[in-house]
């Protein structure tokens, strides 16, 4: 009955190739979220979907691209991948923020650790 | 743009003892969340606030949203090892409400 969920947990690969990571949410939110945590354990924003609508693209490169088949999942792709996108990506999901009344409630899945070598 | 400034930066405290941190912005905020994040996992919502002054609590956990709007409080009364972690306070963003601005976080050892 895991609420927010992402796979894998660990992904260890070369400069230059290109990966995915996977997500999914139960909880019966419109809004999904992609989050990089660097060492500094900050945690930012890259994008946001609602519905599979995009609503939220920070500046990130376009090596990263976000996919959302349907409003329970949101997928990362990133090509060429780089030294510096090594970090932990989470997943997040939350009623639609926008909505009248709604929540601001995010609730987070349990990371993916990437690593670049 | 907005930014959440979390203190202490990280603590030391022996099981037993008290906690407090809090978190402040140079804006106004219309929400507080604090959350949890243990090592290797995802933040957890520990609890939300949604008007100035409001005190609320979860279990050993206590947060206030401060008066000003601009800050806000969280506690852990006696502690246990398992309170090992980092807190993060966050918010809505003023010009995006679909973006939570996260704060520095509080790293939190206990020892026994």
């Known amino acids: 009955d895991t609420a927010v969920s992402q796979t894998p947990k660990y992904l260890v690969t070369q400069m230059g190739n290109d990966k995915s990571i996977k997500c999914e949410q139960n909880l019966g939110h419109d809004t999904m979220y992609w989050y990089k945590q660097d060492s500094k354990k900050f945690l930012k924003i890259m994008f946001s979907y609602n519905n599979k609508e995009l609503i939220i693209n920070e500046t990130v490169p376009n090596r990263f691209s976000p996919k959302s088949p349907d409003k329970a999942h949101l997928n990362l792709h990133i090509n060429s991948l780089e030294l510096g996108d090594s970090a932990v990506y989470f997943c997040?999901?939350?009623?639609?923020?926008?909505?009248?009344?709604?929540?601001?409630?995010?609730?987070f899945g349990p990371g993916t650790r990437l690593t670049v070598t | 743009g907005q930014q959440l400034n979390q203190s202490p930066q990280s603590m030391f405290i022996q099981e037993g003892e008290d906690v407090s941190m809090n978190c402040t912005s140079s804006s106004i905020f219309n929400t507080w969340l604090w959350y949890k994040q243990d090592p290797g996992e995802g933040p957890v919502l520990l609890i939300a606030l949604y008007k100035a002054g409001e005190l609320t609590s979860n279990g050993r956990l206590t947060a206030q949203f401060g008066i000003t709007r601009k800050d806000s409080f969280l506690n852990i009364s006696a502690s246990i090892p398992s309170d090992v972690g980092i807190y993060f306070c966050a918010g809505p963003h003023t010009g995006t409400a679909s973006k939570l601005t996260f704060g520095t976080g509080t790293r939190l050892q206990v020892t026994l």
């Open positions: 997040a999901s939350s009623q639609d923020p926008r909505a009248s009344g709604a929540s601001y409630e995010q609730y």
